[in-house]
């Protein structure tokens, strides 16, 4: 019976549009089982894509208010769900994807048996088909890669992202946490998580990051040119976080690394290219480059564009300026999405877990729930 629950559970989750593959050794349920308790599984099945409050999912467990309260927010509190409250007003509630969701808001709440089951299950998360039509994240070039002659949108341009926010959460990255944490990865900075707008009140809350000042995320910026991390923003034009990601501990690099073509994977505009002749043999390119996508022979440069992500590493410290990005192709990457809402969406089409019909019963039984709890 128990096991039953976490089954559901696992094909709840796969239904949100991150995904929760299945895998033959069964690890995911392994991963549930450490992360909710039976009785926190079965109030995660009542959650869906729509924020509701206490009383609309107490009238749908048929329990208290005061007893679904309670554990909505345990749940909340161990980042299992997502707890949306603008002030004045009550709490809602809402189902809550894994990767990127429930995985990340754990950086704080890491095992040895949880990272032992999640190294496992990392290389079974990435569903390549989905990722190159609507990925859930995509590649931005580092700010300081961009020269006067590259087009930049908006939401292609880091500084200017930043620069449209208000409310700023700085979070650690749990790649590098989980990876330190086994003895391996790299000594790049941990701090490099970017959060934006409503989610800072759930962030601060339930102590996965802190407050931070506009200048304070700029300066991530900054700090991530100078380390050598890419630049992975949600996929959307209004974006909700930003990742400075390292080729060596990022759950998505790394397992896109080990694809023959990772560029046809990851969403980017731009690629480097060789621009003159004036490479000295340096070699820094190469420490640079997170995906191994370039070599250097007699002096002559030689990117390989069946790896490059143009994250503009190479280009914002290359000496004798050999290097410059330049924008794909138009029909060679997804179009981004307008939001987190649209991008989800289009996941989930995408993944074929939603139709019209299928989104438009989800909103009429929480109409007709949310109508029934108020009688």
Request: proline share 5%.
């Amino acid at each position: 019976m128990e096991d039953n629950i976490y089954k559901k559970l696992a094909n709840h989750l796969d239904s949100l549009p991150g995904g929760y593959p299945e895998t033959k050794s069964g690890v995911e349920i392994k991963i549930l089982k450490l992360l909710f308790t039976r009785e926190e599984a079965k109030t995660a099945l009542l959650l869906n894509l729509i924020a509701e409050n206490c009383k609309t999912i107490a009238f749908r467990a048929d329990k208290s208010v005061e007893e679904t309260f309670e554990i909505l927010e345990q749940m909340a509190s161990k980042g299992l769900i997502l707890r949306n409250k603008e002030k004045n007003k009550e709490p809602k509630y809402m189902a809550l994807q894994y990767v990127v969701g429930i995985w990340e808001f754990q950086v704080n709440r890491l095992t040895p048996k949880l990272l032992e089951y999640m190294e496992e299950h990392i290389p079974h998360l990435l569903d390549v088909k989905t990722w190159k039509k609507n990925p859930q994240m995509r590649t931005i070039p580092i700010g300081e890669s961009i020269d006067n002659s590259l087009k930049v949108m908006t939401y292609e341009n880091a500084y200017e992202l930043v620069e449209k926010k208000e409310n700023f959460v700085i979070s650690p990255c749990i790649c590098r946490m989980e990876m330190r944490l086994q003895g391996k990865g790299c000594n790049k900075p941990i701090e490099t998580c970017i959060s934006f707008g409503d989610e800072e009140d759930f962030y601060v809350k339930n102590n996965i990051g802190r407050r931070a000042t506009k200048q304070e995320v700029l300066d991530v910026l900054k700090l991530a040119n100078k380390k050598g991390l890419v630049l992975q923003p949600s996929n959307g034009k209004d974006i909700h976080w930003l990742c400075c990601c390292c080729g060596c501990c990022c759950g998505i690099l790394r397992t896109v690394k080990t694809y023959p073509k990772p560029s046809h994977i990851l969403s980017s505009p731009f690629r480097a290219v060789v621009s003159n002749d004036s490479c000295t043999g340096c070699k820094l390119c190469l420490k640079r480059c997170p995906m191994d996508a370039i070599e250097i022979k007699d002096k002559k440069v030689k990117i390989d564009y069946d790896k490059c992500i143009g994250c503009g590493l190479c280009v914002s410290t290359c000496p004798s300026k050999t290097l410059k990005l330049e924008r794909k192709p138009k029909g060679t990457y997804p179009k981004v999405s307008q939001n987190i809402v649209t991008s989800s969406l289009k996941t989930l089409h995408a993944r074929g877990k939603t139709s019209p019909m299928e989104l438009s019963k989800m909103i009429g039984k929480s109409f007709f729930d949310r109508y029934k709890s108020k009688k």
